[in-house]
């Protein structure tokens, strides 16, 4: 069974920087293109990036202070998340997406993490 598993959630002070990472034992890892997106507290839930193979894509929001990678033997994706905005407080989730097409939209993606929760805030 697949199971995506978010870590690295926590307080973040305005300005700060953290990263997540999320771990995929049991998908076969290199065949998916890899997200995270975030719900904040009575907001839809948003795309923040994205990576197939190699190549990536941000949010707007993102860009130039996120950063996403990924490493195919560890079948894990990092976020990392830095100059973060108190508007960034959300839970974050991690996806992964066998077909991209249109890799911004979430209904597209086969599997779901749980979540991790990120708090910006001082």
């Known amino acids: 069974q697949v199971q995506l598993v978010e870590s690295g959630g926590g307080l973040v002070q305005p300005g700060g920087s953290l990263g997540l990472s999320c771990a995929a034992p049991?998908?076969?890892?290199?065949?998916?293109?890899m997200a995270w997106f975030r719900r904040a507290p009575g907001k839809e839930r948003e795309f923040v990036a994205a990576?197939?193979?190699?190549?990536?894509d941000y949010a707007h929001s993102a860009l130039g202070r996120f950063s996403i990678s990924r490493d195919n033997a560890k079948n894990t994706v990092y976020l990392q998340m830095n100059s973060q905005k108190p508007d960034e407080t959300a839970v974050y989730y991690c996806?992964?997406?066998?077909?991209?097409?249109?890799?911004?939209?979430?209904?597209?993606?086969?599997?779901w993490g749980q979540g991790t929760q990120v708090t910006v805030s001082s």
């Open positions: 990576i197939r193979s190699s190549s990536t």
């Open positions: 049991g998908l076969t890892f290199s065949n998916y293109a």
């Open positions: 996806a992964a997406d066998r077909r991209p097409i249109r890799i911004v939209n979430g209904s597209e993606y086969d599997y």
